[in-house]
């Protein structure tokens, strides 16, 4: 009850149906406080206004939690796929029925705009939707062999307990592109959500109990960013646990790694991008234009495949530049629940002081800040202004590392070697766009590019349909599409012998 009313008494559209705000852990089917009883506060991005206390949970409590997992999965995997396709289904349908108070949930939590985080619902539900069709669709082989008397086969199985550990830039995509394929496969689930975003993936939850999803079968586990280490290595150190994934930096992603690396656990490690976003001399420049914009300012720049870094060919950039500004200007900056807002906050201080770290470094070493540049402090601490920066060179910060906030920064080159070149030029390789209308080059730079993803003449590259992931030091291992179910099975060589 504090809790919805901490929700809906601070200028939040009302949310219809306020069993699903929920300030609890879920663990084998029951709503439930921390073991020591702790709590930790979670705060709106947009206004730093207390939401509600959420349990500080530790070793202990993960240790439940994986237990109730690992003695529900057998249950769960000896289900028919029809079976567990029609649990999925009904999940799919009661988020797709809540998509606006699922909406609003993610807005006040990690200050998406209201109308972007409806697409994320939807975007969400498409996983859930997918892996319950997938599920019905797990197939083995029939081996040909050289012996009369023998049959050989190959089956996929479940891989046991799954710990799903979440970030806070898609609270509830995040938690459904993760749980989806992994309850499609026959595997039970621990979900470590964002400490800064947790309600999200509770509202998930109790819809998948709705759904009948059985208990033990899927568990939250909710922490402080003080429990977070303690939480995230007892769950790669379980032996309980067979597979983990993880959305985050790829310095946490090494650590994972390291810490599972003793139970030869699967892993998924989506982590760190530098996304290149090219424009060659024969591009669209009003649609490359507007497409880096999507690119770059959606949920204020927070986002893995973000465009970090514009290379714009000498013939067209200024005129790309004008496009830019001209789009930028326009942008509305604001509380997430005000209409017409397409730019919200960063999700704490911390991120703030980043991006002003990165336009100071670029300003200092000779780029020229165009646009922004500085905190909108007109709306709140959080609030940066949409910002480009020209004249960006290899040296500069922006062009190394994530910038994590809404500042282009564009780089001029000259030939496509060069461009293929600067692209290529860091240890991360998630998501690359290509804009030009030469076919040829289209290829070229498509099959040269190191990276998971390539968006040709197109922002918006993410789809349910399509293995998401990266190379080099942005991970490995795919989450959507049919590839996606394979990271949550194993494949098992059947040899039947003496048949007569």
Request: charged residues 20%; aromatic residues 8%.
């Amino acid at each position: 009850v504090t809790m919805a009313l901490n929700f809906l008494g601070r200028g939040v559209p009302a949310v219809a149906r306020t069993q699903l705000l929920k300030n609890k852990a879920w663990i084998a089917g029951q709503w439930r406080d921390a073991i020591s009883a702790k709590l930790y506060p979670v705060y709106n991005p947009s206004n730093q206004q207390l939401i509600a206390e959420v349990p500080d949970m530790g070793e202990e409590d993960v240790a439940m939690a994986v237990r109730e997992a690992y003695t529900a999965q057998k249950g769960w995997a000896a289900l028919t796929a029809k079976e567990r396709s029609g649990v999925l289904r009904r999940w799919f349908n009661l988020i797709t029925q809540n998509t606006d108070d699922l909406a609003k949930i993610v807005s006040l939590e990690c200050g998406k705009p209201l109308a972007e985080a409806t697409l994320e619902i939807k975007y969400g539900a498409s996983f859930v939707e997918w892996f319950a069709e997938e599920a019905k669709r797990v197939y083995g082989d029939i081996v040909p062999t050289s012996a009369k008397d023998r049959r050989l086969l190959v089956i996929k199985q479940p891989v046991g307990v799954a710990a799903l550990i979440t970030p806070w830039n898609f609270p509830s995509a995040m938690v459904t592109r993760k749980v989806a394929p992994a309850l499609a496969a026959g595997c039970s689930t621990v979900i470590k959500p964002s400490e800064e975003t947790p309600f999200s993936t509770l509202a998930l939850v109790e819809l998948a109990h709705q759904a009948g999803v059985p208990p033990g079968v899927l568990n939250v586990v909710t922490c402080s960013r003080q429990s977070v280490a303690r939480v995230g290595e007892s769950l790669s150190k379980s032996q309980l646990v067979s597979k983990l994934s993880f959305t985050g930096s790829t310095h946490v992603g090494k650590l994972l790694m390291a810490q599972c690396a003793d139970s030869i656990k699967r892993l998924s490690l989506e982590l760190g991008g530098n996304a290149p976003f090219i424009v060659f001399n024969s591009a669209d420049i009003p649609l490359a234009a507007k497409h880096a914009v999507f690119t770059k300012y959606r949920n204020a720049g927070q986002t893995c495949i973000c465009t970090n870094r514009l290379l714009v060919q000498s013939g067209v950039h200024d005129q790309f530049v004008e496009e830019m500004v001209r789009a930028v200007r326009a942008l509305k900056q604001g509380d997430p629940f005000t209409e017409g807002v397409n730019l919200g906050p960063l999700i704490n201080e911390p991120a703030v002081k980043k991006v002003e770290l990165h336009v100071a470094d670029a300003v200092k070493k000779g780029g020229s800040l165009i646009v922004g540049g500085k905190r909108n402090t007109s709306l709140g601490g959080t609030f940066f202004e949409p910002s480009i920066v020209t004249g960006i060179t290899t040296e500069m910060m922006m062009s190394q590392h994530e910038i994590f906030g809404p500042v282009a920064g564009i780089i001029k080159f000259q030939e496509e070697e060069e461009a293929i070149a600067l692209a290529n030029s860091t240890r991360y390789g998630l998501a690359s766009y290509v804009f030009s209308r030469d076919i040829g080059q289209v290829w070229r730079t498509s099959e040269e590019l190191e990276f998971g993803m390539v968006g040709v003449n197109e922002g918006g590259i993410s789809t349910e349909m399509t293995p998401f992931g990266g190379v080099k030091e942005s991970g490995f291992g795919r989450e959507g599409s049919r590839y996606g179910l394979d990271e949550y099975q194993y494949i098992k060589y059947i040899c039947m012998g003496n048949i007569k």
